[in-house]
């Protein structure tokens, strides 16, 4: 089942190649604000150790019903990322804020059923 944020966004679609993350997403409702994606890679002990925050080419408050928008993510840090596999969770915030658009998951954060995986 597709992933609803804010009953206004729904998560249609991914794609993960090395540390860079493509999002298809489908406007279901109009917004006044506009929302930027968090992506975030944890370890183990949810660290973070690699982010990928990126606002949509277009600014949500311009979104209509049913478009369908891709935003890219590269994981990058500040320091070199250890090798393993890491958990990768996203979500949308308000960047007036920082609330984030609701979700049916703890914090308001979806965890994708991909893992980062570091060589």
Same mark, same amino acid.
């Given at each position: #089942?597709?992933?609803?944020?804010?009953?206004?966004?729904?998560?249609?679609?991914?794609?993960?190649?090395? =540390?860079? @993350?493509? &999002?298809?997403?489908?406007?279901?409702?109009?917004?006044?604000? =506009?929302?930027? %994606?968090?992506?975030?890679? @944890?370890? #183990?002990?949810?660290? &973070? %150790?690699?982010?990928?925050?990126?606002?949509?080419? &277009?600014?949500? *408050?311009?979104?209509?019903?049913?478009?369908?928008?891709l935003t890219q993510h590269k994981m990058t840090s500040n320091q070199p990322i250890a090798v393993g596999e890491?958990?990768?969770?996203?979500?949308?915030?308000?960047?007036?804020? @920082?609330? *984030?658009?609701?979700?049916?998951?703890?914090? =308001?954060?979806?965890? &994708?059923?991909? *893992?980062?995986?570091?060589?």
């Open positions: #089942d597709p992933v609803q944020f804010g009953g206004a966004i729904e998560l249609t679609g991914y794609y993960l190649q090395g =540390n860079m @993350l493509t &999002l298809s997403w489908r406007a279901l409702e109009t917004m006044s604000a =506009n929302y930027t %994606v968090f992506v975030q890679a @944890l370890d #183990d002990n949810n660290q &973070l %150790v690699g982010q990928g925050d990126a606002p949509p080419p &277009l600014p949500t *408050r311009y979104w209509q019903v049913s478009e369908q928008f890491y958990r990768v969770i996203l979500g949308w915030y308000n960047t007036d804020d @920082l609330t *984030r658009l609701t979700t049916a998951f703890a914090d =308001n954060i979806f965890t &994708l059923p991909v *893992r980062l995986s570091v060589p």
